[in-house]
């Protein structure tokens, strides 16, 4: 079965921290580069973060220092630890391979009050 489920968002003030998860199928995690998007309200989506399968990571200018993707290749599943959270990260967050697939999870909401 084919799945990207993302978990951990929530509602937290600027400067706080969230873990999100995504658990996705051995088919698509396996041998492929993963990556965080983002979808702000009225914007496009956006890479925010990626991980080859060999764990070397690259990140968007606006979240270098304060977001750490990695995975866990026994678990399938994905990570995005996010610390020093700014108001201009709230979004929905999605996992997908880097380039992304046709489909999409149903993502996970971070809300950051300032």
């Known amino acids: 079965q084919v799945q990207l489920v993302e978990s951990g968002g929530g509602l937290v003030q600027a400067g706080g921290s969230l873990r999100l998860s995504c658990k996705t199928s051995r088919s698509i995690f396996r041998f492929n580069t993963m990556g965080w998007y983002r979808q702000a309200p009225g914007k496009q989506r956006e890479l925010v973060a990626s991980?080859?399968?060999?764990?070397?990571?690259n990140y968007a200018d606006s979240v270098k220092g304060r977001l750490t993707i990695s995975r866990d290749n026994a678990k399938n599943t994905v990570y995005l630890q996010m610390n020093s959270l700014k108001p201009e990260d709230t979004a929905v967050y999605y996992c997908?391979?880097?380039?992304?697939?046709?489909?999409w999870g149903q993502g996970t909401q971070v809300a950051v009050s300032s």
């Open positions: 991980i080859t399968s060999a764990g070397s990571t």
């Open positions: 997908n391979s880097y380039p992304y697939l046709d489909f």
